[in-house]
């Protein structure tokens, strides 16, 4: 008789699959319209398991904008490790370019879009305050970009959050062109 050991996942095994779905399912409704019901259901797992492994949907949806800082911080230094000059206007081309690359992830611009929309919930705005200290301060130091040059580059960046949102990247108006250029 043959028997099959069913083999348990350990508790970071189902925080990452956890992180996997939530980030669907929070990008697709938002913060506001996702509840932890809809993160346990879609990750497998009983609700009470779910606050077993974070401590509520506000520390949840931090750990996502955590990982979505993550991973732009990540994209950033291959981008910057790739260029060849130390002026900062081609460190910023660099980035920005590494930057459109890491927000055409829907996932993760709509994370990242929710969360400056839900930044008053107390845990979310630490961790959009924390994402955006670790990004200023990165681009800083591997650009040596000057304030003025920080502000551009970050305004531009919020501006293609935008147009990736609404799907204008690609619009033929004189309107989406005009905000392209």
């Known amino acids: 008789m043959e028997t099959s050991t069913r083999q348990r996942s350990t508790a ?22 996702t509840s ?13 398991y779910l606050y077993r492994l974070f401590k509520g949907k506000e520390t949840l949806f931090a750990a996502l904008v955590d990982h979505c800082s993550a991973r732009l911080l990540e994209d950033a230094a291959a981008a910057a490790a790739s260029v060849q000059s130390a002026r900062p206007e081609e460190v910023l081309k660099a980035l920005t370019a590494s930057y459109n690359e890491t927000i055409a992830d829907r996932d993760v611009l709509m994370i990242l879009m929710h969360a400056q929309c839900a930044a008053s919930e107390p845990v979310i705005g630490e961790a959009v305050r924390t994402c955006y200290a670790k990004q200023v301060e990165y681009v800083r130091a591997v650009s040596g970009a000057s304030n003025e040059q920080l502000r551009r580059y970050f305004a531009d960046g919020l501006l293609s959050n935008v147009m990736m949102a609404i ?3 690609t619009l033929d108006t004189p309107w989406a062109r005009a905000l392209r250029a």
């Open 167 to 169: 799907d204008a990247t």
């Open 36 to 48: 932890t019901m809809d993160v346990a259901k879609a990750a497998g797992i009983s609700q009470g």
């Open 12 to 33: 970071e095994e189902r925080r990452a699959t956890v992180m996997r779905t939530a980030i669907k399912t929070f990008a697709e409704r938002g913060y506001y319209g």
